[in-house]
């Protein structure tokens, strides 16, 4: 009996080890269908990176989870969505791996890729010259435009100028954090962890106006729509790259390779309608500028 | 080593001003602390079965709201509900309220100390209950109590760097060394500094209750 019961619990084992090996098989190909052309995970060299994601099986990759429509933790699902996400499966999907998502604020992430929190960073962080010592960027995947978000009843702000004395909230480690100072440094700088706590304060009138990139203010146009964006010239140009550790040039390259079939097999223009076009109506095509235009735009 | 240095003088403004404004924030919810701890633990050993309620029913709620809530409540929340409350009496008014139900607590306690039959010889010499209080209880239970109120008062500044990563966002000095870490990228220098700057504050504190103490205390 003793013997029979340890045949049993071996045979069951077994069992759960084959469906556990099929549950890992469905899943590449439910994954797969997310970025819609997945081929053979491709194979590289002892060393690089690609290779020890894919050892790991998984790859981490630092996200906003309070940023619609880029990267926003869906309240009833509970998944993280968004453009960045899109484009984070797809890279996964090339190395054949999960990705696991995790919260990267615009102060902590560049921290993130230092200390090998993160693998990667999509968290709609703009490219600029200062962040280019600390970490390397991908090629410019989105141009974003700062803007500025009042409230529809306020007549008082119609450009950066008239920010002098007002209340302005943005996120601390921002590149606005910065702009703001040099366009409206009499502005009364708010600066908090995350936008949804500017929408916040804007919303209970702590803050006149948020300044940030247009995406991220239009995300929060279709939460409020008693928000609005000033009609005025933009204030920056904001290359996205995604975020890599320093020096490391082979992933970089990997994350460029996979950016160009993203850009023109269309699943770029998939993305943007999705999460961007059918919110604003306008239409964009995939970014041309290069990482040395874009480091070059805020020299 | 000077690259730590330099990360301090280069920024002295934001970690100056910082250190101020959280000077200001703790020294603002001290006076409250005391002011409000010592009313709520007279109402604790109050004589009215309601007043001694009541009492609890503010110690129960302050100390079991997380800071950060009652930061977020008495910001976002009373401004929602139409208090154009400011973001200076928010941070100061609930690290003070949140730190006055542990000073509640520490006094009551120093006046158990205080023996019943002190309290029973006052009243029954015509004191009345406010000035027993007063004159007896309360001067006795405060030298028992400045051990732990200085705890408390440790641990209420190390609290005030809650008030600026809040939502209220004032710039204290936790605040300003997140401002130079992101516009530095030197993390750990940054918040080196921000640990010296309330350390200079915490053992600060340590050293004016070490002093009080051996003033005051009640010589055993």
Redesign the interface.
């Known amino acids: 009996m003793q013997r029979m019961n340890w045949r049993g619990l071996a045979a069951v084992g077994l069992a759960l080890g084959a469906l556990t090996v099929a549950a890992c098989g469905e899943d590449d190909e439910s994954s797969g269908d997310a970025g819609t052309t997945t081929t053979e995970a491709r194979t590289f060299d002892a060393g690089t990176t690609m290779k020890k994601l894919q050892d790991e099986g998984e790859m981490t990759v630092g996200v906003k989870f309070d940023v619609p429509p880029f990267g926003a933790k869906n309240p009833t699902s509970g998944d993280v969505e968004g453009f960045d996400i899109d484009f984070a499966k797809a890279i996964a999907d090339e190395l054949g791996v999960k990705p696991k998502y995790i919260e990267a604020l615009?102060?902590n992430r560049?921290?993130f890729l230092?200390d090998g929190t993160a693998d990667l960073i999509l968290s709609t962080m703009t490219i600029n010259a200062?962040?280019d010592?600390?970490i390397d960027f991908s090629e410019p995947y989105f141009i974003a435009k700062g803007r500025i978000l009042v409230k529809k009843s306020n007549s008082d702000i119609g450009g950066v100028d008239d920010l002098a004395g007002k209340n302005v909230c943005t996120a601390?480690?921002s590149t606005y954090?910065?702009t703001l100072k040099k366009q409206a440094p009499k502005a009364k700088l708010?600066?908090?962890?995350s936008y949804s706590?500017c929408l916040?304060?804007i919303?209970?009138?702590?803050v006149d106006a948020v300044s940030t990139d247009d995406v991220i203010l239009t995300g929060m146009i279709i939460q409020d729509d008693t928000l609005k964006l000033v009609d005025d010239e933009p204030l920056t140009t904001e290359p996205y790259g995604a975020g890599i550790k320093e020096g490391d040039k082979a992933f970089q390259a990997f994350v460029n390779d996979v950016f160009d079939k993203y850009k023109s097999d269309g699943r770029w223009a998939k993305a943007y309608q999705k999460w961007v076009g059918q919110y604003t109506g306008e239409k964009q095509e995939p970014p041309t500028m290069t990482l040395q235009e874009a480091i070059d735009l805020t020299k | 080593m000077s690259a730590l240095f330099d990360v301090l003088t280069e920024n002295i403004d934001e970690f100056g001003g910082g250190l101020w404004v959280t000077l200001r924030l703790v020294g603002g919810a001290f006076v409250i602390a005391i002011v409000v701890g010592t009313f709520v633990a007279a109402l604790r050993i109050a004589p009215s079965a309601w007043l001694r309620r009541l009492g609890g029913i503010y110690v129960e709620t302050f100390r079991n709201i997380p800071l950060l809530v009652l930061l977020t409540l008495s910001?976002?929340g009373l401004?929602?509900a139409g208090v154009?409350i400011g973001?200076w009496t928010a941070g100061i008014a609930s690290l003070g309220l949140y730190t006055a139900a542990y000073v509640a607590e520490v006094l009551r306690s120093g006046v158990f100390a205080v023996s019943k039959g002190q309290i029973e010889a006052s009243l029954s010499l015509g004191f009345s209950y406010a000035q027993t209080l007063r004159r007896i209880v309360l001067p006795q239970a405060f030298r028992t109590v400045i051990p732990p109120l200085g705890s408390i008062t440790i641990a209420m500044i190390k609290n005030s760097a809650i008030v600026g990563?809040s939502?209220i966002?004032l710039?204290d000095l936790l605040?300003n060394a997140?401002?130079v870490?992101?516009?530095t990228?030197k993390?750990e220098e940054s918040f080196i500094w921000a640990a010296a700057g309330y350390l200079v504050l915490t053992v600060a504190a340590t050293i004016a209750f070490r002093f009080l103490e051996r003033r005051l205390a009640i010589s055993r």
């Open positions: 615009s102060d560049i921290a230092k200062e962040r010592e600390e601390l480690g954090e910065e708010k600066l908090v962890d706590e916040e304060l919303q209970n009138g702590a | 910001y976002a401004r929602r154009e973001t990563a939502i966002a710039g605040k997140r401002i870490q992101s516009d990228f993390t």
